[in-house]
């Protein structure tokens, strides 16, 4: 019985697919095949981070640069654009956690079978990420239900937050972000602190992991990899925290920047 050419390229096509979904499944069940998810996935959150760092510092600019920005962020690509970002950085997110507890259940299983001094030392650094990495994941959904979905808030209220820009009227996310740090609010800023900490704390394990499982460290470079790791997590650590801490200690200075535009 012959079969059509439709139906033979529907064959290869689902040969093709299963010997493809078998190579991801054993490449998974390696340590090396997770320990690149966490890797690839960690280079794609690291320079999220730097970036959103630079966006959120616009805000010691005043309402109209800040405004800009969000407006840009919000208007890219007709307003799709920040929906696949956030799609992109949900599938990373969710690819890193899951990567990351498959590898250290992984490593606890195979430390029963030998005991290691450098594999305990291993898990226990794995359990701190894991810890911190959780306590950074439920600031994420609580910083998103905050500024993002504005649960608990009058944030999206036109009456309270209408910027005029370049006469348009736009969300003023720039006076969002100043009332959601407000002193009078001061336990959000110390659990943004917190949280800023144990991500600072998670960067400068997670960096050098990088380099390492990229090839990239070795007795010569493992100086100035531990450097670059420290001195990012730094700069990550400083340029977050400084805008609530900033807010709650120099209330004046946002304030004058807000009477600068009568707002």
């Known amino acids: 019985m012959s079969i059509s050419p439709h139906?033979?390229?529907?064959?290869?096509?689902?040969?093709?697919?299963?010997?493809?979904?078998?190579?991801?499944?054993?490449?998974?069940?390696?340590?090396?095949?997770?320990?690149?998810?966490?890797?690839?996935?960690?280079?794609?959150?690291?320079?999220?981070?730097?970036?959103?760092?630079?966006?959120?510092?616009?805000?010691?600019?005043?309402?109209?640069?800040?405004?800009?920005?969000?407006?840009?962020?919000?208007?890219?690509?007709?307003?799709?654009?920040?929906?696949?970002?956030?799609?992109?950085?949900?599938?990373?997110?969710?690819?890193?956690?899951?990567?990351?507890?498959?590898?250290?259940?992984?490593?606890?299983?195979?430390?029963?079978?030998?005991?290691?001094?450098?594999?305990?030392q291993a898990s226990k650094s794995s359990r701190t990420m894991i810890l911190s990495g959780l306590t950074i994941l439920a600031f994420v959904i609580y910083h998103m239900l905050h500024f993002t979905v504005r649960v608990g808030n009058e944030y999206n209220n036109p009456e309270l937050y209408k910027f005029m820009l370049d006469g348009e009227q736009v969300h003023n996310a720039w006076k969002m972000v100043i009332d959601g740090f407000a002193p009078k609010v001061w336990y959000v800023t110390a659990f943004y602190v917190i949280a800023m900490t144990l991500l600072c704390s998670h960067l400068m394990h997670g960096v050098g992991s990088i380099f390492q499982t990229l090839g990239f460290r070795s007795k010569k470079s493992e100086s100035l990899i531990k450097q670059i790791s420290i001195g990012y997590a730094l700069f990550i650590w400083l340029g977050f925290i400084s805008i609530p801490l900033a807010i709650n200690l120099f209330p004046g200075y946002f304030a004058a920047l807000a009477n600068a535009v009568g707002h």
């Open 7 to 120: 139906g033979q390229r529907g064959h290869l096509f689902h040969i093709v697919m299963n010997a493809l979904t078998r190579c991801l499944a054993t490449y998974w069940s390696s340590s090396i095949g997770k320990k690149l998810v966490v890797a690839l996935t960690g280079i794609v959150l690291v320079l999220f981070l730097a970036g959103h760092l630079i966006g959120n510092l616009v805000v010691f600019m005043g309402p109209k640069p800040f405004n800009e920005y969000a407006y840009f962020l919000h208007h890219m690509l007709h307003g799709a654009g920040i929906w696949v970002f956030r799609a992109v950085m949900i599938v990373m997110i969710v690819a890193h956690i899951v990567a990351t507890v498959a590898l250290t259940m992984q490593n606890r299983a195979a430390r029963k079978s030998y005991e290691h001094s450098a594999t305990i």
